[in-house]
């Protein structure tokens, strides 16, 4: 099993900037460390989870929504096995669980939908008032 521990949530005024951590553990993430996609999702009061950036083990490629293109920075921190989200000009529309997702033994081509992520996070509340 692999476990996903996030943390950095919490409420922001838009415009401002909030970072969320996630920490990989587990046999099969340490057997395949080098060759897993980590993904953020997120999902807001009455919507469906969506992806919001993905990103593979060697830190490239990584993909962004276009809803926070320009805006996030998805980033890993190997040595920690540790997937981070830099959110910056938060919009109330960000207002979300956020959910740290993992598959292992693959890659991220392609990878945009829940149902393709086995591993998932508890998740952590952002929420962005105006």
């Known amino acids: 099993q692999v476990h996903l521990v996030e943390s950095g949530g919490g409420s922001v005024q838009a415009g401002g900037s909030l970072k969320l951590s996630c920490v990989a553990s587990?046999?099969?993430?340490?057997?395949?460390?080098?060759?897993?996609?980590m993904a953020w999702f997120r999902q807001g009061p009455g919507k469906e989870r969506e992806v919001v950036a993905t990103i593979y083990s060697g830190g490239t490629p990584t993909y962004y929504s276009d809803s926070v293109k320009g805006r996030f920075t998805i980033a890993r921190d190997s040595a920690k096995d540790t997937v981070s989200l830099q959110m910056s000009r938060l919009e109330v529309e960000d207002t979300a669980m956020y959910y740290c997702?993992?598959?292992?033994?693959?890659?991220?081509?392609?990878?945009?939908?829940?149902?393709?992520?086995?591993?998932w996070g508890q998740g952590t509340q952002v929420t962005v008032t105006s």
């Open positions: 587990g046999r099969p993430y340490r057997l395949y460390r080098d060759h897993n996609c």
């Open positions: 997702a993992a598959v292992v033994g693959g890659d991220c081509s392609d990878r945009l939908h829940r149902r393709q992520f086995n591993y």
